[in-house]
Nanobody
Framework: QVQLAESGGGLVQTGGSLRLSCAAS????????MGWFRQAPGKERDFVAA????????HYADSVKGRFTISRDNAKNTVFLQTNSLKPEDTAVYYC??????????????????????WGQGTQVTVSS
């Protein structure tokens, strides 16, 4: 099992940036594909970005493509989400998620909530207009 802890959220003005971090502990981090999701009040949890276990493949929701960047440091058991050009509609609780990757070669990623068994507690991002 893996434990996840997000940090880096906060209040920022429109156009600002935040760097979210997710520290993992437990079993071998490099075996896990990672994802970021977000949930606004009264809405479902939505996919934001995903990265393969070796960091070689990434995928983004259309709403954040070109503004957000997911990356990972397997030596430090940490995955990051750099968020730039933030908009009020990006306001949400951001969650990181992990699952053991079953893809050969380390390049696969996952984009659906139900595919991830491990979740952090979330970090609030609020973008003011």
């Amino acid at each position: 099992q893996v434990q996840l802890a997000e940090s880096g959220g906060g209040l920022v003005q429109t156009g600002g940036s935040l760097r979210l971090s997710c520290a993992a502990s437990g079993r071998t981090f490099s075996s896990y594909a990672m994802g970021w999701f977000r949930q606004a009040p009264g809405k479902e949890r939505d996919f934001v970005a995903a990265i393969s276990k070796n960091g070689g493949s990434t995928h983004y929701a259309d709403s954040v493509k070109g503004r957000f960047t997911i990356s990972r440091d397997n030596a430090k058991n940490t995955v990051f989400l750099q968020t730039n050009s933030l908009k009020p509609e990006d306001t949400a609780v951001y969650y990181c998620a992990a699952r053991e990757s079953t893809y050969d070669g380390g390049y696969g990623y996952y984009t659906l909530v139900y595919e991830y068994p491990y979740w952090g507690q979330g970090t609030q991002v609020t973008v003011s207009s």
